[in-house]
T-cell receptor
Framework: DGGITQSPKYLFRKEGQNVTLSCEQN?????MYWYRQDPGQGLRLIYY???????QKGDIAEGYSVSREKKESFPLTVTSAQKNPTAFYLC??????????????FGPGTRLTVT | AQSVTQLDSHVSVSEGTPVLLRCNYS??????LFWYVQHPNKGLQLLLK????ATLVKGINGFEAEFKKSETSFHLTKPSAHMSDAAEYFC?????WGGGNKLTFGTGTQLKVEL
């Protein structure tokens, strides 16, 4: 089955701790993305990567970090510097093209709760 | 800059009656437009996409949307609602930017289907 997996589904952390969310895809997509979803605000882009070993900040990158060492993997670390980390986090991937806007495919999400 | 406005945050219909979810967009270029659906605590699933081919786009589960450039609208419709359609729906616009796909999400419309 081709798709995107995110783990864990639910994650609980104490304030001040860093936490890493996993995202893996077997769709052979070059581009991968991390979004944050809060009630009533739609999805906001945190980081994206168009190719291995390269990534760019999105609209709300402060307090987050990523790596892209393999094409199929794009983990997100929520650091203690992120002021409001409790949210639903979604990973996505797509074909990357200079000429065409391809749709993004989403994983099932990780709900992070920080207390 | 691109933007999306979903005109209703909540829509309630009776099972078997038509569904209309409204979306207006703003884009500097020829946009690609998408509708995604999200069931509670799940990832987003693509319903349909417009990419400058036919203006009437058919998607999965009986949904369709019409691209109207003069009205900058991309409303989602379905002739007859089913209980399983109850979910949150996102209208999304995509511009090419820096070689990547930037998706801008609306704030979502929660669809309730009543017996």
């Amino acid at each position: 089955d081709g798709g995107i997996t995110q783990s864990p589904k639910y994650l609980f952390r104490k304030e001040g701790q860093n936490v890493t969310l996993s995202c893996e895809q077997n769709l052979n997509h070059d581009a991968m993305y991390w979004y944050r979803q809060d009630p009533g605000q739609g999805l906001r882009l945190i980081y994206y990567s168009q190719i291995v070993n390269d990534f760019q900040k999105g609209d709300i990158a402060e307090g987050y970090s990523v790596s892209r060492e393999k094409k199929e993997s794009f983990p997100l670390t929520v650091t203690s510097a992120q002021k409001n980390p409790t949210a639903f986090y979604l990973c996505a991937s797509s074909i990357d093209s200079q000429e065409y806007s391809y749709e993004q495919y989403f994983g099932p999400g990780t709900r992070l709760t920080v207390t | 800059a691109q933007s999306v406005t979903q005109l209703d945050s909540h829509v309630s219909v009776s099972e078997g009656t038509p569904v209309l979810l409204r979306c207006n967009y703003s884009s500097s270029y020829s946009p690609s437009l998408f509708w995604y659906v999200q069931h509670p605590n799940k990832g987003l699933q693509l319903l349909l996409k417009y990419t400058s081919a036919a203006t009437l786009v058919k998607g999965i589960n009986g949904f369709e949307a019409e691209f109207k450039k003069s009205e900058t609208s991309f409303h989602l419709t379905k002739p007859s609602a089913h209980m399983s359609d109850a979910a949150e729906y996102f209208c999304v616009v995509s511009d090419r930017w820096g070689g990547g796909n930037k998706l801008t999400f609306g704030t979502g419309t929660q669809l309730k289907v009543e017996l």
